[in-house]
């Protein structure tokens, strides 16, 4: 079996400072990770993939995220929040080859001018 | 680049109606899926498709939910008889294959909300 737990449900930041969105996951074998990121009235876009080559991975519009064995966690991170960063963002898990995905509540994220 | 794509973006429909969405998945990928969100909720697992059947469903997907792939190019997901429950966000993925690193990717599509009165 496999979860996955964002451990915040949103994130207030300032345009400009970094963005940290928390991600644990739990799995029996090691995982396939993922962000994925959705616009207001816009579909799932891929933002980064962890598939246990390099544990740090870069994405796109500047994310990315680290996979720590020993935290089971993959937390994304951005250096530098700008107001289109605005969206809900999903870490999601797939592991064990398993066909279905699992995602997390999701994160919603906040960018103040 | 290729991206899946789903029609209707929004369909509104009456209670006991049925209901079919559809999607058209990246060419080349061989395993299909729906998903679906309540609004305010987490993204769900509906079912999975994979040379032309049921590859694996979830608890949610009972009985008035099915699937199909009619030709070379749509997937669509059938309602029978559609509840006010039904109403959410119903999501489209492909990929390669789910069990290799390079490909397992999923890809979405964009969505159709679902509404039913």
């Known amino acids: 079996a496999q979860s996955v737990t964002q451990l915040d449900s949103h994130v207030s930041v300032s345009e400009g400072t970094p963005v940290l969105l928390r991600c644990n996951y739990s799995?029996?074998?090691?995982?396939?990770l993922f962000w994925y990121v959705q616009h207001p009235n816009k579909g799932l876009q891929l933002l980064l993939k962890y598939t246990s080559a390099a544990t740090l991975v870069k994405g796109i519009n500047g994310f990315e995220a680290e996979f720590k064995k020993s935290e089971t966690s993959f937390h994304l991170t951005k250096p530098s929040a700008h107001m289109s960063d605005a969206a809900e963002y999903f870490c999601v898990a797939n592991s064990g080859g398993y066909q279905k995905v699992t995602f997390g509540t999701g994160t919603k994220l906040q960018v103040i001018p | 680049e290729p991206e899946v794509t789903q029609t209707p973006s929004h369909q509104v429909t009456q209670m006991g109606q049925e209901v079919i969405l559809r999607c058209v998945p990246i060419?080349?990928?061989?395993?299909f899926y729906w998903y679906r969100q309540i609004l305010g909720q987490k993204v769900e697992f509906l079912v999975s498709f994979y040379n032309n059947e049921i590859s694996e469903k979830s608890e949610i997907f009972d009985d008035q939910f099915s699937v199909e792939r009619p030709d070379g190019s749509n997937f669509t997901l059938k309602i029978r008889s559609t509840k006010l429950e039904d109403s959410a966000m119903y999501f489209c993925?492909?990929?390669?294959?789910?069990?290799?690193?390079?490909?397992?990717?999923?890809?979405f599509g964009p969505g159709t909300r679902l509404t039913v009165l």
């Open positions: 060419s080349n990928h061989l395993y």
């Open positions: 993925a492909s990929n390669y294959s789910p069990g290799l690193a390079g490909t397992d990717t999923q890809y």
């Open positions: 799995s029996s074998y090691s995982p396939s």
